[in-house]
């Protein structure tokens, strides 16, 4: 299995799930493979913002949280779609704390 990452980091390993997650923080893009079907069943899915980091939720089997270029999100893990629950940085510019 080859994947071109711009930027690969974030390894999580979900035990339920036997999947592991991981993510391209320059491609914006996330990535799942089932350790038990291999190769195959990768799954990549593009995001509206960079991740550096993901983890999961208990009890949630439909999101996980990441942290985000803009802040924390919840991440639905089909969709891929960003529920903020804390944002930090609302643009391109000089990072601007919502303290």
């Given at each position: ?50 991740i550096g980091v993901t983890a ?44």
């Open positions: 299995m080859h994947i071109n990452c711009g930027l690969g980091e974030g390894p999580w390993y979900d035990e339920g799930r036997n999947e592991l997650r991981f993510v391209d923080i320059w491609n914006q893009k996330l990535h799942y493979v089932n350790l038990t079907e291999g190769p195959s069943s990768l799954k990549t899915l593009d995001t509206e913002a960079s999961d939720i208990e009890g949630s089997e439909d999101h996980f949280v990441a942290a985000t270029k803009y802040g924390f999100a919840k991440v639905n893990r089909t969709s891929g779609e960003f529920d903020y629950l804390c944002k930090v940085w609302e643009g391109d510019g000089p990072e601007k704390s919502k303290r």
